[in-house]
């Protein structure tokens, strides 16, 4: 089994239609950024262009599960890459390529469906254009932040010392606070 994980300009790319046609063991992965970017601007316009190729192969689509639940997983490597599959949503992509294909003949009821899903992505893409310099100005407050010791452990993912546990997540409050408010 081959797996091209795809961003959003391999989604149109003759190169993802060749290698899913290739074999059925062929699968693309999507995540959820790919998701929105999808519906992104003029949904009704975008999705069914961007989504194309994958109508056409909707049994070789493997959905991750979102951004935020990945970083969340436990870090052992054994069976990481099958605990960031949405089994779930995996499963139904098929229905979605339909609902996908019945929406572009205009079944109102999916087009209104989809405009939403539009608007809830466009919104979370602005919420992270917002929250950018926010990030940023974040990341340079933890150099400053942290010794270099400390931030080595960080960088080399090694167990905290209690001390930087709670000096770590006092940092991730306030950074959090910054971007919310």
């Given amino acids: 089994m081959a797996r091209l994980v795809i961003d959003s300009n391999g ?3 003759d190169a993802l239609r060749f290698f899913l046609a ?17 519906y992104k601007g003029n949904t009704m316009a975008s999705i ?6 994958l109508t056409q192969f909707p049994h070789q ?18 069976g990481l890459q099958r ?8 499963r139904e992509f098929p229905k979605f390529c339909e609902a996908l294909r019945a929406a572009e003949r205009g079944n109102v009821t999916l087009r209104q469906q989809i405009l939403e899903s539009g608007r809830a992505a466009d919104s979370h893409l602005e919420r992270m254009l917002v929250s950018a310099p926010i990030m940023r100005d974040g990341i340079n407050e933890l150099s400053k932040t942290f010794t270099q010791n400390e931030l080595a452990v ?23 606070l910054g971007v919310i408010s």
């Fill in 22 to 38: 290739r074999s059925k063991n062929n699968f693309a992965v999507i995540n959820d950024y790919l998701a929105m970017e999808a």
């Fill in 83 to 90: 605990r960031m599959i949405d089994e779930r949503q995996t």
């Fill in 48 to 53: 069914f262009r961007s989504m194309e190729i």
């Fill in 154 to 176: 960080i960088r080399k993912r090694e167990p905290f010392p209690g001390g930087l546990i709670h000096k770590a997540t006092e940092f991730m409050t306030e950074l959090t």
């Fill in 61 to 78: 689509a493997i959905i991750l599960k979102t951004t935020g639940r990945i970083a969340g997983l436990n870090g052992r490597k054994a």
């Fill in 11 to 13: 989604l149109q790319s």
